[in-house]
């Protein structure tokens, strides 16, 4: 019966998380993570020293579907740019495998307060903008191997704290002139590179830890991760189609109001 109640709680999760991946390219795990540690925890799926690493590698596991889904509805849009999305995939793929190295070697709390830092200047820049006029000013995207660089440090530190990267990909684009929805699109594509390598290091490290007998591949609870998917998957595209008609200056506001809650959560941690 708790099991079930479980499923019950994620799938409710998961019918929001659907519809900001699709909305804003976003993974979801923003949402998910703090709030499945809380379901986990409730229910005492583990020891709480285990909550965390087991609400990320979830969260990531989710993602792979909750990203497909939006990007197929992206692409149906016509929103993913497919001349720069290999690229920026093959960047977010490194970096992906990368953190796995790296979230071992740096210090947790150092991680978190310049992730927290950097997002936050990266709202608040968002937000301005999404309040001024428009001008004239472009700025040329750089040539791919340039562009690859900067995807792998957005790809790495997404896939460490379990989010599908669109909280970083996302205004790095639009930085450079790409539109927003197009930059909404391929931060969907690129969710699936991500969650796909930063599954396989959590289903591999945590075979160890936990037993598939109690619900576990690895680190990633599969009861949760059924409850998120089974609503995620057709929340998702209610969300990309939301894209057409919300103004850009208003997808800006949410997307600049979800980073700043990431930035929060990040510190209070």
Avoid at 1 to 25: D, H, K, R, T
Avoid at 204 to 226: E, R
Wanted: aromatic fraction near 10%; hydrophobic fraction near 55%.
């Amino acid at each position: 019966m708790n099991e079930l109640l479980l499923i019950i709680y994620c799938a409710l999760l998961g019918s929001g998380v659907g519809f900001l991946a699709g909305l804003l390219g976003i993974g979801g795990g923003l949402v998910i993570v703090p709030i499945l540690s809380i379901i986990l925890l409730h229910f005492a799926i583990l020891p709480p020293e285990q909550v965390v690493i087991v609400a990320i590698a979830t969260s990531l596991a989710s993602i792979l579907f909750t990203s497909t889904s939006s990007a197929i509805a992206h692409h149906k849009n016509g929103n993913v740019p497919w001349n720069l999305a290999p690229w920026i995939m093959t960047g977010v793929a490194l970096g992906a495998l990368i953190s796995g190295f790296l979230a071992a070697l740096l210090p947790g709390n150092i991680v978190r307060i310049i992730f927290a830092v950097s997002v936050a200047l990266i709202a608040f820049k968002m937000f301005y903008s999404s309040t001024k006029k428009e001008t004239t000013t472009t700025r040329n995207m750089p040539n791919n191997f340039v562009l690859t660089f900067l995807t792998t440090i957005t790809g790495g530190l997404s896939a460490m704290i379990g989010i599908g990267g669109g909280a970083l990909l996302v205004p790095l684009l639009t930085f450079f002139s790409l539109d927003m929805k197009k930059a909404i699109g391929c931060a969907s594509a690129c969710g699936i590179v991500i969650a796909l390598f930063g599954s396989i290091g959590y289903v591999s490290s945590g075979i160890s830890y936990l037993s598939i007998t109690d619900g576990f591949a690895g680190f990633v609870y599969l009861p949760a991760l059924f409850g998120i998917v089974c609503t995620s998957w057709f929340t998702a595209p209610l969300g990309a189609k939301a894209t057409n008609y919300l103004p850009v200056p208003i997808i800006k506001k949410i997307f600049s109001a979800l980073l700043l809650a990431m930035a929060t959560n990040m510190v209070l941690s």
